[in-house]
């Protein structure tokens, strides 16, 4: 029979539910699995409409990037077939007899979601979790509780009832408590750096007073460059910066929050730069034109106020952008000198449509300036094609890094991950981050 996830209150029942579902999820063979997520795939397509309507009205997302949203869980779903492929039972040389090599699932994935992904982040850790044979316990945000727990109820159709469970706790603080829950078998987070560091001391406390041991497969946040040198295609370079600094207002980990230009190449990539943010179009989020929707008072604005405030105390100088405007935070360039480079607007994560810009001596210094971080998820390149270039590329400090492409860059197979304040395990997909490996020898 078809299900919709259970919704409730968190607590042992629940997890209890999605237990028990594990099982079941478990014992289906790797290609029936699969088989439900082609139905669940199609599920989501059908309720698509819906979702980007709830991810507009709920989240005040611009519904072009909803739609994108969307459309990159799509390829994600798509995706898990081939991605499947690693995790399927094979056998691996013996010295003698014969090895199989295995992958088995932890049991129920607890996911902690962000508001500023409602769609393609649950839909990822889902699918991947029960492809590999987990059941999945998600807690979106409560922000985009409608809007996740909308498509979640698209996949779960085609599993068990159970296997996708969405909390409705009003606490985060019990909610949060789940990471160290005995019967939770993972942990995929995808949240601050200030809150997966919470949750993994939580996870430290729970450890000393006994608890067992699960993976903690966190996407914290991000502060990534995006490298121009002197010779690079401006005109593309420009646009990747627009897009990938300002979609979403500003709200996503891997956007292009430090800009690095060599100072060779800024003369030709400012006027580049102005053309393409330019022609962003501020508006109603429900509008199919618009690029950047209002940003809403609350942290992210205040602490982008504070920080633009702070930047031009230290010498910033605004080269592109007005701020605050109405509704809006507009799109906001704020080269820094180097004296300002203890500011928060280069140090920490802007979830906000305002970004640092640095100029750089040359492709060493901008290679400096790039690694200059606590952060580590990802990084673009616009450079020429050469040595310099390749030099750049292998000396950058970021897990996903892109040349020539957009920092938003759509490939379910390019995965998304970090080191240091961004994460644990890189760019690794969560598939094979959400089962184990054994080994099963016989004798010749």
Request: hydrophobic share 50%.
């Amino acid at each position: 029979m078809l299900t919709s996830p259970a919704v409730g209150h968190p607590g042992p029942q629940e997890l209890a539910d999605a237990v028990r579902a594990q099982r079941e999820v478990a014992a289906l063979a790797l290609d029936e699995r699969l088989e439900r997520v082609a139905a669940s795939r199609r599920a989501l397509e059908a309720a698509g409409e819906e979702v980007v309507d709830l991810a507009v009205r709920e989240l005040g997302q611009a519904r072009r990037f909803a739609r994108r949203e969307l459309r990159s869980a799509l390829l994600l779903l798509d995706a898990l077939p081939r991605m499947a492929e690693a995790i399927r039972p094979r056998p691996v040389p013996a010295a003698a007899g014969s090895t199989r090599l295995e992958w088995w699932p932890y049991g129920v994935v607890f996911g902690w979601h962000a508001a500023n992904s409602p769609v393609w982040v649950p839909v990822a850790v889902a699918g991947q979790a029960l492809v590999g044979g987990n059941a999945l316990l998600s807690r979106p945000s409560r922000r985009a509780r409608a809007t996740s727990g909308r498509a979640l109820r698209a996949l779960a159709g085609a599993w068990p009832a159970g296997a996708v469970s969405v909390l409705a706790g009003e606490d985060p603080a019990a909610d949060e408590a789940l990471v160290a829950h005995p019967q939770v078998g993972a942990v995929v987070a995808h949240a601050s750096t200030q809150t997966c560091k919470r949750q993994l001391a939580r996870l430290g406390a729970a450890y000393a007073a006994g608890a067992p041991l699960r993976p903690y497969i966190p996407e914290a946040s991000g502060n990534d460059a995006l490298v121009v040198l002197a010779g690079a295609d401006m005109e593309r370079a420009a646009a990747a910066a627009a897009l990938g600094g300002f979609a979403n207002s500003g709200q996503l980990c891997m956007a292009a929050k430090r800009l690095v230009v060599e100072r060779a190449a800024w003369a030709a990539f400012r006027p580049a730069l102005e053309r393409a943010v330019g022609a962003l179009v501020l508006g109603d989020p429900d509008s199919e034109r618009t690029d950047v929707a209002p940003l809403p008072e609350g942290r992210a604005r205040a602490d982008a106020r504070a920080a633009l405030a702070e930047a031009l105390a230290l010498g910033g100088e605004v080269v592109l952008g007005r701020g605050e405007q109405g509704p809006f935070f507009t799109p906001t360039v704020v080269a820094l000198p180097r004296r300002a480079l203890d500011a928060s607007l280069w140090r920490e994560e802007s979830f906000a449509p305002l970004r640092a810009l640095v100029l750089a001596d040359d492709a060493a210094d901008a290679l400096a300036l790039a690694n200059d971080s606590a952060f580590g998820l990802g990084a673009a390149v616009f450079a020429p094609a050469g040595a310099e270039a390749e030099r750049l590329v292998a000396g950058l400090r970021a897990a996903r890094v892109v040349v020539g492409e957009s920092p938003l860059y759509q490939d379910p197979e390019l995965v998304v991950g970090g080191v240091g304040d961004s994460g644990l395990g890189g760019a690794r997909p969560k598939l094979e981050q959400l089962v184990w490996a054994r080994r099963v020898h016989r004798a010749p």
